[in-house]
């Protein structure tokens, strides 16, 4: 019986490959231009990071994580999301003692159980970014930009940036009071999981998908009608910050986030796609999680990229179409099994002189070499036969145009490394 790969997951194929590569250069790039640094942390933690970093009334801890003993009895869970983890990193190596903030990031697989849908997996990719230290609006701000001219790297249209703030421990407190009180009054319209977030956390009602459950909250409170005078000033910030650079934004009052982290900043971005699979981005500020897991009192401010949702997006707007030209190839063909040899030490000597050269391993016929030759894409080709052997000059072919040219190898080797000759033409 054949083995396939877990329900969820996906193979990225060789074909596939430089999209990836593509993204993760540019988006490497341009944080580091921002000063940012890369961290790599493991692909699982101690459960109880997640269970106090991402909060037990989140859906991701309810019902997503991967969580299993290992042979120590000790529960572990394979990262659903990349700050917990960072924000571990830095308090455990005292990273708060170095200069301040902190700026980090992190790109690779995450893990959560979900039904598979199109641009979501069970494992999935993301690249993310974390400020650490910094109270600075400002710095809202930058983040803000950065994501956005992220995704301007690439190419990506129709963006469109959703901010929103969601208070504070001071000024929380009191809109989930109000909010309550508002709903005890529909809470038997409400679905069975909004019913449960009801007590643990309101404020995730707005996140619903049911079309009763919104319509239920669109009339109820608001956190951001209902912010402290901090996080009002905060916010305003913010949107200056957003005025001076140019960057358009929309406020959405009804945007939560689905992380108990957040605190005050909360941003989401799409590009040009409906329905839930519409984001490919957000974050926001979480100025109590350092302390929550042991650290000191510092804030911080963040955002996570959906990788797989970006290249779904790039396909659909065709943002790989003509962005990468392949490499030249040189195929070299020998007549006989005699002439192996001289076919091993010319294409070792192309390699080590950075020119893209193979050779046939299945033992072909010669003609059977150059049908091969066609169907990788060789864009030259040098048959080596007796006479080549023991002249040492080369008959090199262009693919293309079918034109040859004899070189020498001093010359053979100039011509495939250089830019612009009339051979390549």
């Known amino acids: 019986m054949k083995i396939t790969g877990p329900k969820g997951t996906h193979d990225i194929l060789y074909k596939n490959i430089y999209k990836w590569q593509f993204i993760e250069s540019q988006l490497k ?69 170095e200069v301040l903030p902190g700026k980090f990031y992190y790109y690779g697989p995450m893990f959560r159980y979900s039904r598979p849908q199109a641009g979501r997996y069970r494992q999935f990719h993301q690249f993310g970014v974390e400020a650490l230290g ?48 508002y709903l005890k009054s529909h809470y038997d319209q409400l679905c069975p999981t909004c019913q449960s977030r009801y007590e643990k956390n309101p404020l995730r009602i707005f996140d619903c998908k049911s079309l009763t459950c919104q319509e239920i909250i669109q009339k109820g409170p608001y956190v951001t009608d209902n912010l402290c005078d901090d996080c009002e000033n905060h916010f305003i910030k913010v949107k200056e910050y957003l005025d001076m650079v140019e960057l ?20 989401e971005v799409s590009a040009g796609r409906e329905g ?20 000191p009192e510092l804030s911080g401010i963040g955002f996570a990229i959906g990788l797989e949702r970006i290249v779904m997006t790039m396909d659909e707007q ?38 893209h050269a ?6 072909r016929k010669l003609k059977a070499q150059f049908k091969y030759a066609n169907k990788i894409g060789a864009d030259y080709v040098i048959t080596i036969g007796d006479e080549e052997v023991s002249s040492k000059i080369y008959t090199l072919k262009n693919m293309k ?25």
């Open 401 to 425: 145009t079918s034109k040859e040219e004899s070189y020498v190898e001093s010359d053979l080797i100039n011509i495939l490394k250089g830019e612009n000759n009339e051979f390549k033409k």
């Open 29 to 97: 790039n341009l944080v580091e231009l921002y000063d940012y640094q890369e961290m790599r942390t493991p692909i699982f933690e101690n459960t109880d990071l997640f269970l106090r970093g991402v909060g037990d009334t989140t859906d991701i801890v309810d019902k997503e994580m991967y969580t299993f003993k290992d042979k120590g009895d000790r529960s572990i869970t394979l990262r659903p999301e990349g700050t917990a983890g960072v924000v571990r990193s830095f308090i455990e190596h005292s990273c708060y003692n």
């Open 318 to 355: 065709m943002l790989f179409e003509g962005k990468f030209e392949s490499v030249n190839k040189v195929f070299i063909a020998s007549v006989s099994s005699n002439e192996i040899p001289e076919t091993v030490r010319l294409v070792s000597l192309l390699r080590k002189n950075d020119i």
């Open 358 to 363: 193979l050779r046939d391993t299945m033992n």
């Open 134 to 181: 910094s109270a600075d609006p400002f710095l809202d701000g930058e983040v803000l930009e950065l994501m956005m001219n992220m995704f301007k790297a690439l190419g990506l249209k129709q963006l469109k940036l959703e901010i929103n703030s969601v208070g504070c421990p001071v000024c929380r407190p009191i809109h989930k009071e109000k909010l309550k009180d």
């Open 276 to 295: 839930s699979q519409s984001s490919i981005g957000g974050g926001g500020r979480y100025d109590g999680l350092v302390e929550e897991l042991g650290g």
């Open 248 to 267: 358009e934004y929309e406020v959405n009052k009804k945007m939560v986030r689905g992380l108990d982290y957040y605190t005050k900043t909360a941003f």
